[in-house]
């Protein structure tokens, strides 16, 4: 199985920051990798497929980027509604299992 | 829109059955693969199986395969998961999941608000 590694776990920032999550994967995942936003007691929201395409309705703010086993999430300019925990999500497979990140939560410093 | 709604959690005794239901409307059901997701109190996502939207094949995490059936009826536009032989492990909540793009790769574009489902004596 393919492992998916975030860090850090928690990142402390204010309001305007940059700031930038990693995830890793165990083995290569070409561009295979998506990336989800949940804010506290709300389901997962789809932000970035593909490891740098932006989803429909997504602000600007979010991009991602990396190939391989290194990547990326970086929101330019951290508003409020953006303290929540991001989750990394490989698909390289067509079989499972596709697998999670344990999860970055970005909390206000 | 695409809504998914799910159904059917509760609390339940170690051994027992549950069965989860999640409806979905805003999309042609029939064309997409569809999937749950669960979350253990605290802790992060893990997928748990998922099922064709045609040909009804179906893939399970290894700690659910013959204990948890996927099912679906596309006249009915609904997904379900029946959870048979129940661990306090299996204490999560269960997110429905559509795969984002008909026949695409496994990653989730719209998710269901959940149901809890608690394993306990």
């Known amino acids: 199985d393919i492992q998916m590694t975030q860090s850090p776990s928690t990142l402390s920032a204010s309001v305007g920051d940059r700031v930038t999550l990693t995830c890793r994967a165990s083995?290569?995942?070409?561009?295979?990798l998506a990336w989800y936003q949940q804010r506290p007691g709300k389901a997962p929201k789809l932000l970035i497929y593909?490891?740098?395409n932006l989803e429909g309705g997504v602000p600007s703010r979010f991009s991602g980027s990396g190939s391989g086993t290194e990547f990326t999430l970086t929101i330019s300019s951290l508003q409020p509604e953006d303290f929540a925990t991001y989750y990394c999500q490989q698909y390289y497979t067509d079989s499972p299992p596709w697998t999670f990140g344990q999860g970055t939560k970005v909390e206000i410093k | 829109d695409v809504q998914l709604v799910e159904s059917g959690g509760g609390l339940v005794q170690p051994g027992g059955s549950l069965r989860l239901s999640c409806v979905a409307s805003?999309?042609?059901?029939?064309?997409?693969?569809m999937a749950w997701v669960r979350q253990a109190p605290g802790k992060g996502l893990e997928w748990v199986s998922t099922?064709?939207?045609?040909?009804?094949?179906?893939f399970y995490t290894d700690s659910v395969k013959g204990r948890f059936t996927i099912s679906r009826d596309n006249s009915r536009n609904t997904l379900y998961l029946q959870l048979n032989r129940l661990r306090g492990e299996d204490t999560a909540i269960y997110y429905c999941?559509?795969?984002?793009?008909?026949?695409?790769?496994?990653?989730?574009?719209?998710w269901g608000q959940g149901t809890l489902v608690a394993v306990s004596s």
């Open positions: 099922m064709s939207g045609s040909d009804f094949g179906s």
């Open positions: 999941a559509k795969i984002r793009i008909p026949g695409g790769r496994h990653y989730f574009g719209s």
């Open positions: 593909r490891a740098s």
């Open positions: 805003g999309f042609t059901f029939s064309h997409y693969a």
């Open positions: 083995q290569h995942i070409s561009a295979w």
